[in-house]
C-alpha cells in the first residue's frame, strides 16, 4: 500500500496499513521529523513502513548552471496556475487535524514543482547532490521520488554523474564503519 500525506491521521493510518509512505520534498531535518513520527507510531503497531521522498533534481557541472536552470523553471512558471495551485491546496489543509497541510510552508517558487521537489535541494552538481541524498537516507529515506526538466537527457547525466557518486559514499562509509569496530 502506497500513501501520502503529512496531517497527523495519515501519518498514523501510515503506521497501521501503509508499506510505503510519501512524503512532500523538505530538508533532511524535516523529513527526519516525520520519519521518526511514523515509525516509531508503526513499531508500537508491530508494523514497518518505508519513506519515499520527492525531489526535483536538477545536476549540472557548476552549481550557478544549476541554480540558473531553478531561476528559469520559476521565471517560466504561469504564476496565476501557481497561485491558483497554493491557493487550493493550502485552503485543503486546513481540513487536518493540525489546520495546515503539506503546502502550508511552501512558498510560491516551492509550489512550482507541485510536491516541493525543490525543498529537497537536489540542485547543483554531481558532489554536491550525491552528498545530498546520502543526508536524505541519513534522515530516514527509502527511496528518492526524482523529477527531472529534461527527462531522457537529465535521467542518463544522473545515471552516469550522480549514482556512481552516491555509490562511492556510500562504500566509504561502510569502510570506516568496518575499520571502526
Known amino acids: 500500500i502506497f500513501q501520502g500525506g503529512s496531517s497527523r491521521a495519515a501519518r498514523d493510518m501510515a503506521s497501521r496499513v501503509s508499506d510505503w509512505y510519501f512524503t512532500n520534498g523538505n530538508t533532511p531535518e524535516e523529513i527526519r521529523k516525520q520519519v521518526d513520527d511514523i515509525r516509531t507510531k508503526a513499531k508500537a503497531n508491530g508494523h514497518k513502513v518505508r519513506i519515499g521522498v520527492n525531489a526535483f533534481a536538477i545536476a549540472r557541472e557548476s552549481e550557478q548552471e544549476a541554480r540558473a536552470v531553478l531561476d528559469e523553471i520559476i521565471a517560466k512558471a504561469n504564476p496565476e496556475a501557481v497561485q491558483g495551485f497554493a491557493d487550493q491546496v493550502k485552503n485543503a489543509g486546513k481540513a487536518s487535524p ?40 541519513d534522515a530516514g529515506a527509502d527511496l528518492i521520488l526524482l523529477g527531472f526538466l529534461h527527462f531522457q537527457e537529465e535521467v542518463e547525466f544522473f545515471g552516469k554523474r550522480v549514482i556512481p557518486l552516491v555509490r562511492e559514499l556510500e562504500a ?7 575499520a571502526a569496530e
Open 98 to 137: 493540525e489546520g495546515e497541510g503539506n503546502w502550508a510552508k511552501s512558498s510560491l517558487e516551492d509550489l512550482v514543482q507541485y510536491n516541493d521537489g525543490f525543498r529537497s535541494n537536489l540542485i547543483g552538481t554531481p558532489e554536491q547532490i550525491a552528498e545530498r541524498i546520502l543526508k536524505l537516507k
Open 172 to 178: 566509504a562509509r561502510d569502510r570506516e564503519l568496518v
